[in-house]
């Protein structure tokens, strides 16, 4: 025998042990993580894994990414990295019916007059969507998606899941980021919350519920446990060279992805509801937890020209299956204290399952609602809910009535300070609310501790425990947070060294905190997390915008999508020493506000458009929005300071204008070549 044939007797002796080798590792771990029975000890287990290595390392021609010994990655990680996105993730706008669904077609065919529009229609899964970057074909990187901009870097977890390719096949981009959904099998939840009863701990609502709550485990071995699995439903990349929706889905499948077979290419809406009526039929033995059908414009460049308004595009629709129905009892009524002050009662079920999930209370909003149900305690009512919306008491069924049902009244003090209630609002505008007039009450500053607190992201830190360390008297506002230290918390019964140290290890990160976020936290009355973004993308910083609320206040009513009453409310906000003392207090307890990029100049920054005409691809709303969106302005008439005059079919005389003026025209080709161009 030559040396040749010596090696690759050799070669093959070793794949055949590490065929083996891989097989019995595989089947231990699914006893220890999976069926939760360790027949073997870890030094056998560790044993083998470590005779693969060495031989993996002798014949480097058998390392398989995708191999089992790859998926797990060993370490628990301490803390989990921010991912910044390169293209925001957006979320869907809901339609409950199918008349919705035709008022959306009405809506976007308006921005695209002479388009025919084709549709896409797929299940919405109903677990945590996840974002996974692959460079020259490797998985380098998945996060969550957070708050759209940022997410949670949970590469090590999403290593776990086996549907995960961990490299593409080829061929295939040299970038490209995936999107999808990580799902738990309805399977699974059972079996967990067969577990859990068993132990006595709560139950998993719903699978989308297990899916989060398994991501977010910092050990990646408790989340090889739950057995995920991930369906993928879109592709980003520069050089993808395809044409609608459907192809990306069929590119999906061919680079190794789970893509969800029950789909449909519609020509109009009718089609799109026999999908949503096939699948109806199937949904309730579909092993994975869905609440609708995603319906898509297939044609990728209508979707670019349609694009996104706030959080949601314009090309895409969640279809959600009508609301189910349940009855249960009202156990009692309560009383919650919000932010405001204002009194909004809530009935306790007897926990029920509608849905997916669990319900034991709905909020009854106002004593005016509770009038209308004639609803008391011990009714029997009709709950609704439908995927993820709240539930809500429709109906009492009074029939069943023994005649021992108590009337609610509201309490005429606060039930949580004492202090009495005001009526605000006349019943001749309909509502009534009630409202706790102490500035001071612990529940509105519970309240705004707990929404301050959920801004920060310090997910260690729950309504629980909040009220918790409020009552050992450890923090009176949420500044004080910042300043617990592992000794405050550790003596406290059911905490322990090792929480404390989680708890302050996690508030130590998150003391930095952007500009847009810190100030949605700050609650100010009509400032939500849309208008916040926008003010500091504006003014960049928080010293700008304080100081141009007290100054010019001119500059803040000019800024786009911001009106006249959150321009009140952000002057009185900041002129309240009270709440400049909390900005101060938390500055110096060691919170950073980051500053915001300013918006970076377009490519159209400084030029001025004049539309005349009718475009054929897009409404001229559409226009508008594309050009501001590329730093450019619209003007109403031509003057020497326009830069373009775009001209569509049957111009008006602002065509001649610009002829006389010398203003450079485009036709609809030239204008749409320059949006696109970068
Ligand atoms: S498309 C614009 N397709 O639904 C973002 N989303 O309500 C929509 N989802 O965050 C992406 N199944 O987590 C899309 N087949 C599907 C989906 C799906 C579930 C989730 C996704 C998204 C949420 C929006």
């Not at 480097?60 to 293209?87: Q, S, W, Y």
């Not at 001071?440 to 729950?462: M, Q, T, W």
Request: aromatic residues 6%; positive net charge; glycine residues 6%.
């Amino acid at each position: 025998m030559n040396k040749m044939q010596v090696k690759k007797i050799k070669s093959l002796v070793a794949a055949k042990r590490i065929g083996k080798l891989r097989e019995e590792i595989a089947r231990l771990r699914n006893l220890y993580h999976v069926e939760n029975a360790p027949n073997v000890t870890d030094e056998v287990y560790d044993s083998l894994t470590r005779e693969l290595k060495e031989l993996l390392k002798k014949h480097p021609e058998f390392i398989d990414k995708n191999a089992p010994e790859n998926r797990v990655a060993g370490k628990p990680l301490d803390k989990f990295v921010k991912v910044k996105h390169k293209t925001r993730m957006l979320s869907l706008n809901d339609a409950f019916s199918y008349e919705e669904l035709y008022d959306w077609e009405k809506r976007i065919q308006k921005l695209v007059p002479s388009q025919k529009l084709n549709y896409f229609c797929e299940v919405k899964f109903d677990g945590l969507a996840a974002s996974l970057t692959y460079e020259n074909g490797i998985f380098v990187r998945g996060a969550t998606r957070g708050d759209g901009f940022v997410g949670e870097d949970i590469t090590q977890n999403l290593k776990t899941i086996k549907s995960i390719p961990l490299t593409l096949q080829s061929p295939f981009p040299s970038f490209v980021e995936v999107r999808g959904e990580a799902l738990v099998s309805k399977k699974m939840l059972a079996k967990l919350n067969r577990v859990n009863e068993k132990e006595g701990k709560p139950l998993f609502a719903n699978t989308r519920n297990v899916a989060a709550g398994s991501l977010r485990q910092l050990d990646p071995k408790l989340v090889a446990e739950r057995q995920l699995n991930f369906v993928a439903y879109d592709m980003l990349g520069d050089s993808l060279a395809l044409r609608t929706h459907s192809d990306k889905h069929k590119a999906l499948g061919e680079l190794g992805f789970e893509v969800e077979k029950l789909e449909a290419k519609c020509k109009n809406l009718s089609d799109v509801i026999a999908f949503i009526q096939k699948f109806e039929k199937v949904r309730p033995n579909f092993p994975y937890g869905t609440d609708g059908i995603v319906i898509s414009v297939d044609d990728l460049r209508l979707q670019e020209i349609l694009g996104a308004v706030g959080k949601a595009p314009r090309f895409m629709v969640a279809f959600k299956y009508p609301a189910e129905r349940a009855t249960t009892i009202v156990l009692d009524v309560k009383v919650n204290v919000g932010r405001t002050g204002a009194l909004t009662p809530l009935a306790i079920f007897k926990p029920t399952p509608v849905a997916g999930s669990t319900v034991s209370k709905a909020t009854l909003h106002n004593m005016d609602q509770i009038e209308r149900l004639d609803l008391r305690i011990g009714d029997t009512v009709v709950i609704e809910k439908a995927g993820d919306v709240i539930p809500k008491v429709v109906e009492v069924l009074t029939k069943m009535r023994t005649g021992k049902e108590k009337k609610f009244k509201m309490p005429v003090a606060c039930p949580v300070c004492g202090t009495s209630v005001e009526k605000k609002g006349a019943k001749a505008l309909l509502s009534v609310a009630y409202y706790c007039v102490n500035p001071k009450c612990p529940a509105k500053n519970e309240r705004y501790i707990e929404h301050f607190v959920s801004v920060f992201d310090i997910y260690e830190l729950g309504p629980k425990i909040l009220r918790r360390f409020k009552d050992e008297g450890l923090i009176t506002d949420a500044a004080d947070i910042f300043t617990l230290t592992k000794e405050d918390i550790a003596p406290l019964e059911r905490f322990g060294e090792k929480s404390a140290e989680n708890i302050i290890k996690e508030i130590e990160i998150k003391k930095k905190i952007p500009l847009a976020k810190f100030l949605w936290g700050l609650g100010i009355l009509h400032v939500g997390e849309e208008t916040a973004r926008d003010l500091a993308l504006h003014f960049g910083t928080l010293e700008k915008l304080i100081s141009s609320t007290q100054l010019d206040l001119n500059e803040i009513d000019n800024i786009e999508n911001i009106g006249g009453a959150v321009t009140k409310s952000l002057h009185d906000f900041f002129k309240d020493k009270n709440n400049l003392n909390f900005i101060n207090k938390l500055r110096q307890n060691g919170v950073v506000v980051e500053k915001a990029q300013k918006k970076k100049a377009g490519k159209l920054t400084g030029l001025t458009f004049v539309l005349t005409g009718t475009l054929s691809q897009m409404s001229r709303e559409i226009a508008k929005e594309k050009i501001i969106a590329l730093g450019g302005k619209i003007a109403g008439s031509v003057s020497k300071n326009t830069a373009y005059v775009v001209a569509g079919v049957d111009p008006g005389s602002k065509l001649k204008t610009a002829e006389n003026l010398g203003v450079k025209i485009l036709n609809e080709k030239e204008f749409l070549d320059i949006l696109i161009s970068t």
